[in-house]
């Protein structure tokens, strides 16, 4: 009980990978309850292109698809494995929560690196004991700007 | 004895070799592969006991103390050219020697070293600079810190084979500094640290004199006691010398070592002036100075190969030769978009 009391984890979001965003945002729209959405974010360093939905009762979806030729998600996307890739939470101290993940059997996949999607924040991706990736976002106080309101099939996405 | 087939070569879980370190319930066993043909024991599937053995060993040691590391240095050696394991080979007998009875020590200062480089990068990640600010600090938090220091050389000292820029960098100043000196070469090296390179100038019979330079007493022990231990003692003539003060051996060198000095300085363009102050003319200086590297007593930040050969030509030199190495496990191309350490050699004359 201590463990999870000390270390401060909230949810950010399911993270999903599509082929392409433009069509994938609309099919989720015409599927799930989404009431808004952020704009897209091209993110040259982490090598997807991603935006967020949030449904009606609040969870939020992260749409993944890859961008650039060494994109890491590229294989997910062309052999439609892994679709449903990550749970993602945010956290004040990365260094901190890498340590207690690791301490608890997480792999740490790869190193810290900002991301455009969030304000440039550190995020560090693990693999749980559990059997899947978690995403950690540093800080806390990170809210994603839904400015997008959609209906059914009217998802775009202007760079 | 269980024996799985897999292509061409067999693995085989035998019990000597076997590390086993389940309590966290991940892929966790290491099984060194026997290949069919050879009978030979190989780490990671190319690092064999026979061809490579202090490697070998000291890998298996690592592993043993520090299994969180196999994921890493698997990836680093995996696809290691032959040339690169003999290297690093090499590295491992000289570091198995310098550490003596306190291999473990050395091994645990690795994990040390990775720890305390892992805090500097997430500073680095998210304020975009080093953490430290003046020399007073990295006096103050890590020089005078006798235990740290110790820790903090043994397992840089460890990172020569493990981190491929590093075993890149001694490539590079021993097959290609070293012969660019000219016969009966008269040679120093500025803070000589663990004592590798200076060990490899004095080794070499086309050298005249060697000499290593440092501020601190207790870096100089250092670096005399690891010759002493790999047997080079004499023919390396070490002093405490502060650069800033050496206007009595002006225009005296052939050729100088200044390798992962510049990083710790707050007046790195003056240190080069000096430097070429005690080059002869025509005389070359060789710079290994890494960028975008964290570390704990890291002051001066550099974000591209090119600000560093900029830097280095500004105070008078020409620079006759490169290379550029990315962190471990890393492209050259993905360290310059993700802004990770790349190790800069340069052979530079003076003119």
Not at chain 2, 95 to 114: E, L, R
Not at chain 2, 295 to 314: I, T
Not at chain 2, 340 to 348: E, G, K, P, Q, R
């Amino acid at each position: 009980m201590m463990l999870r009391d000390e270390l401060d984890l909230e949810f950010d979001h399911v993270g999903v990978i599509v082929e392409s965003l433009d069509d994938a945002a609309a099919q989720f729209a015409r599927l799930f309850p989404i009431e808004a959405w952020t704009d897209r974010f091209d993110d040259d360093v982490l090598g997807v292109s991603v935006c967020f939905g949030r449904e009606k009762s609040g969870l939020v979806y992260e749409l993944i698809a890859p961008f650039g030729p060494d994109s890491p998600v590229a294989r997910a996307a062309r052999t439609n494995r892994d679709r449903l890739n990550q749970v993602a939470y945010r956290t004040s101290d990365l260094r901190r929560a890498r340590d207690r993940f690791e301490s608890q059997g997480a792999l740490v996949l790869g190193e810290p690196k900002r991301a455009l999607a969030f304000d440039r924040a550190l995020v560090q991706f693990f693999y749980v004991p559990q059997g899947f990736i978690v995403e950690l976002i540093e800080g806390v106080e990170f809210r994603h700007d839904f400015r997008r309101k959609t209906s059914l099939g009217e998802a775009t996405f202007a760079p | 004895m269980v024996a799985s087939r897999r292509g061409p070569e067999t693995l085989v879980a035998s019990s000597a070799l076997v590390l086993r370190f389940g309590e966290r319930g991940r892929p966790n066993v290491i099984l060194p592969w026997v290949n069919d043909r050879t009978g030979m024991a190989t780490l990671f599937g190319v690092i064999d006991e026979i061809k490579h053995p202090a490697l070998h060993s000291l890998i298996l040691r690592q592993l043993r103390l520090t299994p969180r590391h196999e994921k890493f240095l698997s990836r680093r050696f995996q696809n290691a050219a032959f040339d690169d394991l003999s290297l690093c080979d090499e590295l491992a007998q000289r570091i198995t020697t310098i550490a003596g009875d306190q291999i473990d020590v050395f091994c645990n200062d690795y994990d040390f070293i990775c720890n305390i480089v892992q805090e500097e990068e997430y500073h680095f990640r998210r304020y975009d600079e080093y953490r430290l600010k003046s020399f007073q600090d990295a006096i103050a938090q890590v020089y005078a810190n006798k235990p740290y220091m110790d820790s903090y050389m043994n397992g840089l000292l460890m990172t020569q084979m493990y981190w491929s820029n590093h075993t890149a960098c001694f490539r590079f100043y021993r097959d290609r500094y070293l012969p660019s000196l000219p016969d009966r070469y008269e040679f120093v090296e500025v803070g000589p640290g663990h004592g590798l390179l200076l060990y490899q100038a004095a080794s070499d019979p086309r050298a005249r004199s060697v000499s290593g330079w440092d501020l601190s007493e207790a870096s100089i022990a250092q670096t005399q006691s690891a010759l002493a231990r790999m047997g080079n003692a004499h023919r390396a003539n070490l002093t405490i010398q502060d650069l800033f003060d050496a206007k009595a051996h002006e225009e005296r060198f052939d050729g100088i070592g200044f390798s992962e000095v510049l990083e710790h300085l707050e007046e790195p363009d003056r240190a080069l002036r000096h430097l070429r102050s005690v080059l002869k003319i025509g005389g070359q200086l060789f710079v290994n100075v890494p960028i975008n590297s964290p570390a704990p007593d890291h002051l001066y930040l550099l974000r591209s190969p090119e600000e560093a050969m900029e830097a280095v030509a500004k105070a008078g030199f020409v620079i006759e030769e490169t290379g550029f190495y990315p962190a471990t496990n890393y492209t050259l191309e993905q360290a310059r978009k993700l802004t990770l350490t790349i190790s800069v050699c340069l052979i530079a004359r003076r003119t």
